[in-house]
């Protein structure tokens, strides 16, 4: 996966969250809002060589 397709899919949730505030039932953002956090937390925590983080580091230091 390309870094900026990364970064997308961590911040969807966040996004849906927000446009959802008011719209629909609680519980449902507070879920949108656990899976955002959810996956940032896990690919913070076991990322890898590979990681969408190091791999968005890497790209933005060769753009440089």
Same mark, same amino acid.
């Given at each position: 996966m390309h870094a900026s397709g990364a970064i997308v899919s961590k911040a969807i949730p966040f996004v849906v969250a927000v446009m959802a505030l008011g719209r629909a039932e609680t519980w449902?953002?507070?879920?949108?809002?656990?899976?955002?956090?959810?996956?940032?937390?896990?690919?913070?925590?076991?990322?890898?060589?590979?990681?969408?983080? &190091?791999?968005?580091?890497?790209?933005? &230091?060769?753009?440089r």
């Open positions: 449902a953002v507070l879920v949108l809002l656990a899976i955002g956090v959810a996956q940032l937390i896990t690919d913070v925590t076991l990322s890898t060589r590979a990681s969408d983080w &190091k791999r968005f580091r890497r790209e933005m &230091k060769a753009a």
